[in-house]
Structures are given as C-alpha cells and as structure tokens.
C-alpha cells in the first residue's frame, strides 16, 4: 500500500537492512508516523543523521510545546545554556510552527517567552497558549504578538499567580484590540475592569472563555456588542463576595450564540436581568428535518440556584426567561436546579406560553418553594402539550425546610398526550401506593422511572403502553399478589427493575419469559434485603465450621465395641455420613475442595444460563490457588497423611475419586439452585426433602450394602452398623457429640441452602470454602488453650502455617473479588443500575 505523500521507491528494497538505509524524507515520515514527539530530546542525541533529519521534518515541529526548567537562580551558567539551545532550535524549526505551548515558571521567564515569540514565523502561527505557573510574564513580554498576522487563538492562563502580585492582565488591553482573534481563553485571579472594552472591539471573536479565580469579575454586559459570538463561558472560581454581584451579558442578543455558560462556586450569585443565579448553561443544536421546525435550531436550558429578585416575585420568571434564550433558537430542554420559585402563580410564571408549547423535555431538582407542588406539577404537564420527558427530583439537598414534595403521585404524567419518559425520585415518605388513574383510552408513556414507592400499585396495569420500568425504594418494598397480576397485564414490558423484595421468585415462568428481569432468579430472596443475606454467610460459615469440629471430634472419641466391649475410636465415616456428614476435613482432600468452585461456576453457566464477567472468573481462580497452597501448606505440615505404603496409582485415583465427589457436590448446589429460582421451593423444604431422600438411601441401600462387603471395620470398605449402634448406646460422651453434629449439620445445610436461594450457587460454594480458615484459627485456639497433654485436638503453629496464612489470604481475597464484582445474572438480564435509587441507598441494581 502506498503512503500518501511519499515519493516512490527508486532503490532495490533487498539491499535494505537497517533503518540506516533508508532514504532522509522517509525516515522522517517513519519518525512522525511513530509519533515522536515526547522522544524528541532523545532522538536528537542519536546521532548527526537522525539530528537532521528530524530538524527537517515539518510535522514534528507544527506544535512546539517549551516549558522552562526549573533551575535555581543561582545557577546562572545552566540557564544561559538552556537559553542558547532554545534559541538554536527556534532558528531550526520556527518556519513550521503553527501551534505554540509555553509554560514559563519565574520573573526571568518573561526573557524567553518574548525571544520565542519573536522568533516565529508571522504567517504561519495561528495558535499560542502562554502558562504562567507563579509570575505572568510582563505586558512587553506579550507585545511580539502583534506581529503575529495570522494568530486566531489566544490562551493566557494565571492560575498560580499569587493575588499579591500584579494584575497580570493589567497590560492586555492595550494589545487586545491589535490582534485577528477568533477564540480568546483568559485564566487568572481577576479580570480588571479594562479587559471588557477591550473585548468588545475584537470583530473577529467568535468563542470567548473567561476564568476568574479571585471573585473580581467585571460587569460584563456590554459584551453584547459582539454579537458574532458562538461560544460564551464566564466562570467565577473565587470566594470573594462582592456587595454588588457582577451583571451578565443577555444571551438573547448573540444571535449566533450556540453554546454559553454562566457559573460561580461557593453559593456566590450573578445577575442576568431581574434572576439571581449560580450558574445557568444553554446549548443548541441543529434540529434538521426531525421534530419541530425543520432546520430550527434546538436549545437547552439549565438553571441553578436561580431566584428572582424580591421587588420583582409579583411578576414571575417570565419577564426575564426570554432574555436567557437566543431569540433565533427554540427551546427543546428545560432544567432546573436547586431554584426557588417565590409564587409560582401560573406556569406562564416560569415560561411564556409559546416556549410552554415547544418544550420537549424538563427536569425539576432539588427545588425550593410552596410544600405543596401536586397542583403546579400537574399545571406544568398541562402547560406543555409536546412534552416527552419529564423528570422530577426530590430529595431536599437545596432548601430542606422549603424543599418541593408531591403528597400524591402525579397521576397527570399517565395522561399525557405526548410523554413518553417519566422519571420521579423522592426520598420523603409520601402515601404514593393508592394512586388513582383516570381512564387511559390511549395510553403513551412508555419508560417509567419512579423512586417512592412501597409497592407496586395494581392501577399500572392500565399502562399498557408501558415497556421498561424501574421501581426504587428507601423503604421496604412489597411486591404483592395485586403487583404480579399488574405486571403480567402489561404486555409490552421489556425490563423490569426492582428493588429488594419479597415475591419476585413467584412470578410465572410465562411472566419472566417477557422480561428482561435483572433481579432474575440468582436475587429472588433478595426480598430479605442484604442484612439477612450477611446473616446467612455468617450462620453458613460458622455452623460448617462447627460441622467440621464435631466431625473431627467424633472420630477422636472412644467408646466400647460389640465384640470384647474394650474402646474403640469411633471411626464410621458411613455412619457419620448418615447422621448428614459430607466427608472428613483432610489435608489432601480439603486442598482438592477448590474443584467444587469451578464446578460449580461451569455448571451454573451451562444449566443455569448465569453469566460470569472476568471479576466473577477470578474470584473462583484465587479461591482455588488459595485451597492448593493450604492444602500443601498441611501436606508439608504433616507427612503423615501420606503415608508410604500407598503407591503412586492408589494415591492418584484417590485423588480422581476426590474431584468427582466434588464435582458431583457442586452438581447438587446447581440442581438446589434450580429448585429454589425456577420452581420456587423454599429452602427448608429443599433440605428436609433431601435429609428424607438421605436417610432412607444410607439405611435402605448402603449401610447394609456396606456391612456384608469384606474387610476389617472401619479400614476399607466394610462397616459394621451393629457395632456403631452398640458404641452410640454405650457412651454417652459419643452420643452427645452425634446429637450436635446433627443439630449443627442441619443448621448448616439450611443456611447453604438460603445463601444459595439468596445470592446464587458460586457464592455459596466460595463461603463454604471460608470454613477452612475458620476451623484453622479455631484449631491453633484449641492446640494452645482447652486440649490436653495428649493434644488429641487442634493444631500447632509450624513453619508451614505461614504458607498456611497466605492461602488464606488468596482464599479470602478471591471471595471478596467474587462478592464485590456484584452477582451473576441471567443471560437476559440487564446491568443498568437505577443510578437515582444508589445514590438514594436502595441498592437495587437493573
């Protein structure tokens, strides 16, 4: 492919072997290609030929960005070196310059910032930005930009001046009028009174940016006279409050204006005929042949922290609206925030009638004024007959004393002839749950965005026209029998958000086969809200690390056997499976535990269509890495767990028959996960149902499968059931044990199974994984405090419990990895968060 601009190729390209072989003209293509330009300093120390050819390269120099180093005064030397290179380079390559950047640091800065800019060609710079960290260079530093022909943009910026010094603008006004500027930019602690009749004799101005960071802004009305401005923006960054604030230029007489900006921090107020305000931004587009008037130019409007001023609230905002709206552009967008309305009145009060008409979209936040704004909302909608969005924000941030708040929900937004898009978010405990709609012949509202409600009102049902709608609440929400009857009577819903209830897991598979539910099945119980969904990891953890204790205690505990009547060790691990025990907390067979994870995770994939985005992925990764360093960590702890006489192919099998048990495991956690999400059991039916189905399997099939197979008792395969009932009957130390293990397995297995109903199955195999570490601390706890001199239990802290350590620490973080990248959803889901419902606190996440 040939490069455009590139001559072609005269020379034999075999005989090109290196970059030195290349021809100049195009190895400085090649150099600008690569973009260079922050290696500049570098490649020109290269070499003669590589200094060359970049000095000659045209578009390695079209920007020249120059920052002055900073070199202590008394170094003198240093900088005349710096000065002579600079001028060394300027003398190369200021032919080509058309964009230049300096940023000068101290007083002497103002020397070669005047030398850099007498040094630039006339006729080809168009752009110069000067940036003065802690002195403005001086007015004659400034004054070689009046040969400067061609410079249409101008950026002075004295940010990090100190108020003490003096006015780095004081000069400009003298120069100003002498430059061809198209885009003026002025950053600096104040902007003297001069700077504005100055302004008003660039003819040429089209775009005007005006910074001041010292609360000294000018009256700047008279800018009105340029009426050939696109782009206005004034800010006031200061904290000095003026007596008199500062009066802004009308927007209605910039005839070209597209884009103008008004703002001020700190509570400080400006003045635009009779409105004090913060802040006020307008924007235009070009409408085309779209809605309204085609070729009209759309505008929007915001407003913040606007009050009219207090001889002139008989009137209204009308008088004075006009004059904030260029009078060729049509207002599309209206926005209020943090505003009082004084006597709101009429809605012809906020806008005249013909702008009421042609409004689009509108959006009230935070606003102050009567308690009582059911009437003016209800006025606005009426007011505003093409409206298609209405947006409505209450949540006392502004005023709370005065703050707007509907006691009923406005009913009129179900009615309108044209909206289609309604968002109402109120933080204030209203009575919003018996709305009452009028007929709906013709219904057209098709998004609904409330934030308020308790539950679900059944008269939604009448909004056919309805297809997404997100429901948040600071309260406890209800779904209800009347909500799921009024959702599936909505035919056109495609996404549905809730926030934390109860009964969404009822809903039909029909209901949910229409939606796009992000509450989906993994969040039916979330009805419960997060504090049971901790209480269930909490109960999960620590009934399966008592599960495990007792586990370890019952094969720890003597009692007499059937034959001779000496004691035994109560070693029954069919029996202790009987009693609802899963397997012994071995070394080896913990550290294989990670499987059941990924398992779990690649079967809630397949079967349960969850989706998992990286951050769930490698949430389960660091849980298994976690479970293998602990594992090893206890294989190097006690090698007696392997022992020598089992070979190499016992013990690889051994551990195959480990990864399917797992394997199955997480196979039953997805199957529990289905029972609970798609055909809505509750989870204590699950357990109870599976206890049954356990018991009667050990007792019917394999306790007595496993008392005829051959072998010695509790060393193989053969168990002898009569000699565990014997022992249990003969001490009692063992029977108390039995009986809390079954207690505590059982708590266990309930609370797995909420957590699973509550949060999804990954989640719940993850915590389960958490009991290692619990039962690890535990077992230091014992070894060194309540076991005996025999240290039949616990565990002491050896070399290899730091390795033991970092595994938890993996574990751990691998959990909490997989808990804050937020629950996996269905395939169908969205995860559009209720952005107004977080910042309210709610937690629902679409």
Same mark, same amino acid.
């Given at each position: 492919?040939?490069?455009?601009?590139?001559?072609?190729?005269?020379?034999?390209?075999?005989?090109?072997?290196?970059?030195?072989?290349?021809?100049?003209?195009?190895?400085?293509?090649?150099?600008?290609?690569?973009?260079?330009?922050?290696?500049? #300093?570098?490649?020109?120390?290269?070499?003669?030929?590589?200094?060359?050819?970049?000095?000659?390269?045209?578009?390695?120099?079209?920007?020249?960005?120059?920052?002055?180093? =900073?070199?202590?005064?008394?170094?003198? $030397?240093?900088?005349?070196?710096?000065?002579? $290179?600079?001028?060394?380079?300027?003398?190369?390559?200021?032919?080509?310059?058309?964009?230049? *950047?300096?940023?000068?640091?101290?007083?002497?800065?103002?020397?070669?910032?005047? &030398?850099?800019?007498?040094?630039?060609?006339?006729?080809?710079?168009?752009?110069?930005?000067?940036?003065?960290?802690?002195?403005?260079?001086?007015?004659?530093?400034?004054?070689?930009?009046?040969?400067?022909?061609?410079?249409?943009?101008?950026?002075?910026?004295?940010?990090?001046?100190?108020?003490?010094?003096?006015?780095?603008?004081?000069?400009?006004?003298?120069?100003? !009028?002498?430059?061809?500027?198209?885009?003026?930019?002025?950053?600096?602690?104040?902007?003297?009174?001069?700077?504005?009749?100055?302004?008003?004799?660039?003819?040429?101005?089209?775009?005007?940016?005006?910074?001041?960071?010292?609360?000294?802004?000018?009256?700047?009305?008279?800018?009105?006279?340029?009426?050939?401005?696109?782009?206005?923006?004034?800010?006031?960054?200061?904290?000095?409050?003026?007596?008199?604030? !500062?009066?802004?230029?009308?927007?209605?007489?910039?005839?070209?204006?597209?884009?103008?900006?008004?703002?001020?921090?700190?509570?400080?107020?400006?003045?635009?005929?009779?409105?004090?305000?913060?802040?006020?931004?307008?924007?235009?587009?070009? &409408?085309?042949?779209?809605?309204?008037?085609?070729?009209?130019?759309?505008?929007?409007? &915001?407003?913040?922290?606007?009050?009219?001023?207090?001889?002139?609230?008989?009137?209204? /905002?009308?008088?004075?609206?006009?004059?904030?709206? #260029?009078?060729?552009?049509?207002?599309?967008?209206?926005?209020?925030?943090?505003?009082?309305?004084?006597?709101?009145?009429?809605?012809?009060?906020?806008?005249?009638?013909?702008?009421?008409?042609?409004?689009?979209?509108?959006?009230?936040?935070?606003?102050?004024?009567?308690?009582?704004?059911?009437?003016?909302?209800?006025?606005?909608?009426?007011?505003?007959?093409?409206?298609?969005?209405?947006?409505?924000?209450?949540?006392?941030?502004?005023?709370?004393?005065?703050?707007?708040?509907?006691?009923?929900?406005?009913?009129?937004?179900?009615?309108?002839?044209?909206?289609?898009?309604? @968002?109402?978010?109120?933080?204030? @405990?209203?009575? /919003?749950?018996?709305?009452?709609?009028? !007929?709906?012949?013709?219904?057209?509202?098709?998004?609904?965005?409330?934030?308020?409600?308790?539950?679900?009102?059944?008269?939604?049902?009448?909004? %056919?026209?309805?297809?997404?709608?997100?429901?948040?609440?600071?309260?406890?929400?209800?779904?209800?029998?009347?909500?799921?009857?009024?959702?599936?009577?909505?035919?056109?819903?495609?996404?549905? $958000?809730?926030?934390?209830?109860?009964?969404?897991?009822?809903?039909?598979?029909?209901?949910?086969?229409?939606?796009?539910?992000?509450?989906?099945? @993994?969040?039916?119980?979330?009805? =419960?809200?997060?504090?049971?969904?901790?209480?269930?990891?909490?109960?999960?953890?620590?009934?399966?690390?008592?599960? %495990?204790?007792?586990?370890?205690?019952?094969?720890?505990?003597?009692?007499?056997?059937?034959?001779?009547? *000496?004691?035994?060790?109560?070693?029954? #691990?069919?029996?202790?499976?009987?009693?609802?025990?899963?397997?012994?907390?071995?070394?080896?067979?913990?550290?294989?535990?990670?499987?059941?994870?990924?398992?779990? +995770?690649?079967?809630?994939?397949?079967?349960?269509?969850?989706?998992?985005?990286?951050?769930?992925?490698?949430?389960?990764?660091?849980?298994?890495?976690?479970?293998?360093?602990?594992?090893?960590?206890?294989?190097?702890?006690?090698?007696?767990?392997?022992?020598?006489?089992?070979?190499?192919?016992?013990?690889?099998?051994?551990?195959?028959?480990?990864?399917?048990?797992?394997?199955?495991?997480?196979?039953?956690?997805?199957?529990?996960?289905?029972?609970?999400? =798609?055909?809505?059991?509750? !989870?204590?039916?699950?357990?109870?149902?599976?206890?049954?189905?356990?018991?009667?399997?050990?007792?019917?099939?394999?306790?007595?499968?496993?008392?005829?197979?051959?072998?010695?008792?509790?060393?193989?395969?053969?168990?002898?059931?009569?000699?565990?009932?014997?022992?249990?009957?003969?001490?009692?130390?063992?029977?108390?044990? +039995?009986?809390?293990?079954?207690?505590?397995?059982?708590?266990?297995?309930?609370?797995?199974?909420?957590?699973?109903?509550?949060?999804?199955?990954?989640?719940?195999?993850?915590?389960?994984?958490?009991?290692?570490?619990?039962?690890?601390?535990?077992?230091?706890?014992?070894?060194?405090?309540?076991?005996?001199?025999?240290?039949?239990?616990?565990?002491?802290?050896?070399?290899?419990?730091?390795?033991?350590?970092?595994?938890?620490?993996?574990?751990?973080?691998?959990?909490?990895?997989?808990? &804050?990248?937020?629950?996996?959803?269905?395939? =169908?889901?969205?995860?559009?968060?209720?952005?107004?419902?977080?910042?309210?606190?709610?937690?629902?996440?679409?």
């Amino acid at each position: 492919m040939e490069a455009a601009g590139l001559p072609q190729p005269v020379w034999d390209v075999s005989a090109v072997s290196s970059l030195d072989d290349l021809p100049d003209q195009l190895l400085g293509h090649i150099f600008a290609l690569a973009g260079l330009k922050g290696l500049l #300093p570098s490649a020109l120390l290269v070499c003669k030929r590589w200094q060359a050819v970049l000095y000659a390269t045209p578009a390695l120099w079209r920007r020249l960005e120059l920052e002055a180093p =900073n070199i202590p005064a008394e170094a003198a $030397a240093r900088w005349a070196a710096w000065e002579a $290179a600079l001028d060394r380079l300027l003398r190369r390559v200021s032919g080509v310059v058309a964009a230049a *950047r300096l940023a000068s640091r101290s007083r002497r800065d103002a020397h070669w910032v005047s &030398n850099t800019l007498h040094q630039l060609q006339p006729a080809t710079v168009t752009d110069v930005s000067i940036l003065a960290y802690q002195l403005p260079p001086s007015v004659a530093a400034l004054e070689p930009l009046r040969r400067l022909t061609q410079l249409s943009s101008l950026q002075l910026n004295c940010e990090g001046v100190r108020p003490a010094e003096s006015d780095p603008l004081a000069g400009l006004a003298r120069l100003l !009028p002498a430059l061809p500027l198209r885009r003026l930019q002025l950053d600096a602690r104040g902007l003297p009174p001069g700077i504005v009749s100055a302004l008003v004799q660039l003819s040429s101005l089209s775009e005007l940016h005006l910074v001041s960071r010292a609360g000294r802004l000018p009256d700047l009305h008279h800018l009105t006279a340029l009426a050939q401005l696109r782009q206005l923006h004034v800010e006031d960054r200061g904290g000095h409050h003026s007596i008199q604030p !500062p009066q802004l230029p009308a927007p209605a007489n910039f005839e070209q204006l597209e884009q103008y900006s008004f703002h001020s921090l700190l509570g400080k107020c400006l003045l635009l005929g009779g409105l004090m305000l913060e802040g006020i931004r307008f924007s235009c587009t070009s &409408n085309g042949m779209g809605a309204g008037l085609p070729g009209a130019a759309q505008g929007t409007l &915001n407003l913040t922290g606007a009050r009219v001023l207090p001889p002139r609230e008989q009137s209204g /905002w009308q008088p004075w609206l006009p004059s904030a709206v #260029p009078r060729s552009k049509q207002l599309h967008s209206f926005g209020l925030l943090a505003c009082g309305f004084g006597l709101p009145g009429a809605a012809s009060s906020l806008l005249g009638p013909q702008q009421w008409a042609q409004l689009r979209e509108l959006c009230l936040q935070d606003c102050c004024g009567p308690t009582d704004m059911d009437g003016v909302v209800a006025e606005l909608l009426a007011a505003a007959p093409q409206l298609t969005q209405l947006k409505l924000v209450l949540s006392g941030a502004g005023d709370p004393a005065h703050a707007i708040r509907l006691h009923t929900f406005p009913a009129a937004i179900f009615s309108h002839p044209s909206l289609t898009k309604a @968002e109402v978010l109120s933080v204030f @405990e209203e009575d /919003w749950d018996s709305l009452h709609l009028p !007929p709906l012949p013709d219904p057209r509202l098709e998004v609904l965005h409330v934030v308020g409600f308790r539950r679900l009102p059944p008269t939604l049902a009448a909004v %056919t026209s309805l297809t997404e709608l997100r429901l948040g609440s600071t309260r406890p929400f209800r779904l209800g029998k009347s909500g799921l009857a009024a959702l599936q009577q909505l035919p056109r819903l495609a996404m549905l $958000a809730l926030p934390p209830l109860s009964g969404l897991h009822r809903l039909s598979a029909a209901a949910k086969a229409h939606w796009l539910c992000a509450s989906g099945p @993994e969040m039916s119980s979330q009805g =419960n809200g997060k504090l049971s969904a901790r209480l269930g990891g909490a109960a999960l953890v620590v009934t399966g690390s008592g599960s %495990t204790l007792l586990s370890k205690s019952l094969y720890g505990v003597r009692a007499p056997r059937m034959a001779d009547g *000496r004691p035994k060790l109560f070693r029954k #691990p069919l029996a202790n499976t009987t009693l609802m025990f899963f397997g012994m907390a071995l070394l080896l067979p913990l550290m294989l535990r990670g499987s059941e994870i990924v398992f779990t +995770a690649l079967l809630a994939v397949v079967f349960l269509r969850r989706r998992l985005t990286r951050r769930h992925a490698g949430g389960p990764a660091l849980v298994v890495m976690g479970i293998a360093v602990v594992g090893a960590a206890g294989l190097l702890a006690h090698p007696q767990v392997a022992p020598s006489d089992v070979s190499r192919r016992h013990a690889f099998a051994g551990m195959v028959i480990t990864v399917l048990s797992e394997a199955l495991h997480a196979a039953q956690i997805v199957v529990e996960d289905h029972y609970l999400s =798609n055909l809505h059991l509750e !989870p204590l039916t699950v357990v109870g149902v599976e206890g049954v189905l356990g018991v009667a399997t050990m007792l019917g099939l394999v306790l007595p499968l496993a008392q005829h197979l051959p072998g010695a008792d509790g060393k193989g395969l053969h168990e002898d059931t009569w000699d565990s009932l014997y022992m249990l009957r003969h001490s009692g130390q063992l029977r108390a044990v +039995a009986l809390s293990y079954v207690a505590v397995a059982g708590a266990f297995n309930l609370s797995g199974m909420m957590m699973t109903d509550s949060v999804g199955a990954v989640y719940r195999t993850m915590l389960e994984s958490l009991r290692m570490l619990s039962v690890w601390v535990l077992d230091l706890v014992i070894w060194y405090t309540l076991d005996g001199e025999d240290h039949r239990f616990g565990e002491p802290w050896t070399v290899a419990s730091w390795l033991q350590a970092a595994g938890f620490a993996l574990l751990v973080a691998g959990t909490a990895l997989y808990a &804050n990248a937020g629950l996996p959803h269905s395939s =169908n889901s969205s995860a559009d968060p209720v952005a107004a419902q977080a910042a309210a606190g709610s937690g629902s996440a679409a």
